[in-house]
């Protein structure tokens, strides 16, 4: 399948396809003439496919050079972005050649930072191999790395000239890495598309269903994504839509200690304790809250935290940049399949965290 990102300055393509890694150089030679192409990617996802992908850019036409940095957040830093802008150097990378990146949303992220930095910017494209990076942090333009004093504080909005998608390189992936990204996938059907949530409904919930499922999915999740994007750069807001589950699971994964609590796991518990709240409030339809911990549930997201501390957590909340002057943009689901903003103010926040 593939989706088109409209957006006015910068048009481009995401194609989804199971098995399509290896014709990543055909792709690619639609897209770009051929030149001088760097891969960034980090030494996890080198190992199993950086030689694939090389090959058949190769035999597209292309000078491939690999830079890999070791796997993990805490690589997704300014030291790395240095080390790569080093290596694009000494390749002899010009502002006419380009750049693959070729992870999850590490590789993604730093990648296109680089890219768009580098020379002030050279082209580059997006070869996601997780479920979040190919469900989110691929498509949307935010780059970025992280410092010490805050998690993606340094970065751009840089959209790639296109993202290739194969669902089947998901097949490696780490089980709870998998399932973390299903938290994003049940949050797009909530907002915005009841037949994913339909589709989500009919699936076992285990590793193969999501697996066999992997390229629907994906399409559904992209077509969400695209389009709160798109409308966003309208400026109506709609893009907030996307941070359902977030401002409570942000707090959880600030207190928990980053790394603890997996995004995705943060987000099924705040899109779980929001709802439960919301429902009592009578914003959210009689019901929602169990739908939506069940699903959670049966592809084994966590829904309840132990070291739940409404103070803690209170303070972690004010503190998001979300916050604006006494009231926080608070996402609801009125309807299955359809999200709303509401204004809370901070006073009452705190009712949102009582469990
Ligand atoms: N830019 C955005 O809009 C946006 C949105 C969401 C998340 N993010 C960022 O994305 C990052 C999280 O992304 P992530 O969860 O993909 O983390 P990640 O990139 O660290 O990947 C997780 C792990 O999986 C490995 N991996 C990736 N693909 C694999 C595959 N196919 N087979 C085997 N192993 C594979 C990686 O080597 C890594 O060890 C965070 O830094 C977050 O800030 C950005
Ligand atoms: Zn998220």
């Not at 003439?33 to 036409?61: C, F, M, R, W």
């Not at 999740?221 to 401002?247: A, P, W």
């Not at 709802?275 to 409030?281: F, G, N, R, T, W």
Request: charged fraction near 25%; proline fraction near 3%.
């Amino acid at each position: 399948m593939n989706i088109k990102i409209d957006l006015p300055h910068h048009p481009y393509d995401i194609q989804i396809e199971k098995g399509c890694l290896s014709q990543a150089g055909k792709w690619l030679r639609e897209l770009w003439q051929p030149q001088k192409v760097v891969i960034i990617t980090d030494n996890h996802v080198a190992s199993l496919y950086a030689e694939k992908v090389k090959l058949s850019l190769e035999d597209a036409g292309f000078q491939v050079a690999v830079f890999d940095f070791l796997e993990g957040e805490e690589r997704k830093n300014l030291t790395t972005v240095q080390k790569a802008y080093e290596f694009l150097v000494k390749q002899d990378l010009t502002r006419s050649d380009g750049i693959v990146a070729l992870g999850g949303g590490v590789v993604g992220d730093l990648a296109g930072f680089v890219a768009s930095t580098y020379m002030r910017g050279i082209h580059f494209v997006q070869i996601p191999t997780s479920l979040t990076a190919q469900v989110d942090s691929s498509i949307g333009g935010k780059t970025g790395v992280n410092t010490p004093f805050a998690k993606n504080m340094v970065g751009t909005f840089a959209q790639p000239d296109g993202v290739l998608i194969d669902p089947t390189v998901l097949e490696t992936l780490g089980k709870r890495e998998l399932i973390e990204g299903m938290g994003e996938v049940i949050k797009y059907g909530l907002i915005e598309d009841p037949e994913l949530w339909d589709l989500l409904s009919d699936m076992d919930g285990s590793v193969e269903s999501i697996l066999e499922h992997s390229e629907s999915l994906n399409e559904h999740s992209c077509q969400v994504k695209r389009k709160m994007v798109v409308e966003d750069e309208l400026d109506n807001g709609i893009r907030l839509y996307l941070n359902f589950g977030h401002t409570i699971g942000h707090a959880i994964e600030a207190t928990a200690g980053y790394g603890r609590v997996m995004h995705g796991e943060a987000v099924a518990m705040g899109m779980v304790q929001v709802s439960k709240v919301a429902e009592q409030k009578g914003l959210m339809p009689m019901g929602i809250t169990q739908s939506i911990r069940e699903m959670c549930q049966k592809f084994g997201l966590p829904v309840d935290y132990e070291n739940w501390d409404v103070d803690k957590l209170y303070q972690a909340l004010t503190h998001d940049k979300k916050a604006r002057g006494n009231t926080m943009k608070l996402v609801l689901v009125p309807e299955l399949g359809s999200a709303t903003i509401h204004p809370v103010s901070l006073e009452e926040m705190k009712d949102y965290l009582v469990k």
